[in-house]
């Protein structure tokens, strides 16, 4: 059985009287993907932001393989192996895509590679996300999908051992979101890079997670396999509503 990657216990997160986190705790295991779902306002992206480092917690404990990294800073949190994407791509456009990816690798790991080590990463990256690596490859004319691969190109340079997704599949067609949702699966099988994916498209993620963990109110409501949490009453009352029918058929065709 693989380990625990990461262990996060009572994470909380007050701004002022607000408690956008409340005691969440899970466990991630080597080589898993997880699903962080829930409505809007639900605590994902703060949950998401401690662990990678942009936010403080207020109490509780983030461990990745046993050495706490919650509190630290997001560039150290990075060079201990997790890398993310945001939701909104910005790169930089008078970089070609190489370029931009190369920044990636040589800023992002610990022991910085060297110039030439870190291009050989970026057209890794590049190349792992359908995307061209030649040196003249630009940014400009790239569309939705391609600027969330880009996105995803710029984390995975950083040579991660877990990768947070931060809703990879906003602004794309049901052709795109499937090939991404796709291509996250096949990077955890190549890299095995383990994932949290934060997403609000629920046909797409429940596809590729192995587990998903479901917030309300900034507190855990449920957590288990797709079709455990698909089947929750208190998942379709909050969060699934009308769509609970649809999304379980999904994942019943996955299954068989």
């Known amino acids: 059985m693989p380990g625990h990657l990461l262990s996060v216990r009572d994470l909380t ?10 005691r969440v705790s899970f466990e991630l295991a080597e080589g898993e993907i997880l699903g962080l779902i829930g409505p809007n ?7 998401f932001n401690l662990i990678a480092g942009a936010l403080a917690p207020t109490s509780g404990s983030i461990r990745l393989r ?29 970089l070609s895509l190489v370029e931009n990816v190369a920044l990636a690798a040589y800023y992002g790991q610990e022991r910085r590679p060297g110039r030439e080590r870190a291009y050989a990463q970026a057209r890794e990256a590049l190349e792992l ?32 051992r877990l990768l947070l997704a931060d809703e990879s599949l906003g602004g794309l067609d049901e052709t795109e979101m499937n090939q991404a949702a796709d291509m996250l699966s096949g990077i955890r099988d190549k890299r095995g890079v383990t994932i949290i994916w934060v997403e609000h498209i629920m046909g797409a993620l429940m596809r590729v997670v192995d587990r998903c963990v479901v917030l309300d109110h900034g507190e855990v409501i449920a957590a288990g396999k797709p079709h455990e949490v698909a089947h929750d009453p208190k ?22």
């Not at 306002?41 to 949950?47: L, V």
């Not at 996300?129 to 630009?138: F, H, K, M, Q, T």
């Open 41 to 47: 306002g639900s605590g994902k992206s703060t949950t």
């Open 129 to 160: 996300v359908n995307l061209p690596s030649e040196p003249l490859a630009r940014v400009d004319g790239l569309g939705a999908a391609g600027l969330k691969k880009l996105e995803l190109a710029r984390a995975l340079a950083t040579q991660p």
């Open 235 to 256: 998942v379709i009352e909050v969060y699934l509503g009308t769509d609970a029918a649809q999304v379980q058929a999904n994942i019943a065709a996955r299954e068989t």
């Open 13 to 22: 997160k007050a701004f002022g009287g607000f408690v956008a986190v409340n």
């Open 66 to 94: 046993e050495r706490e990294i919650g509190g630290l800073y997001a560039d150290r949190v990075a060079h201990m192996g997790v890398g993310r994407t945001f939701q909104i791509p910005r790169p930089f456009r008078k």
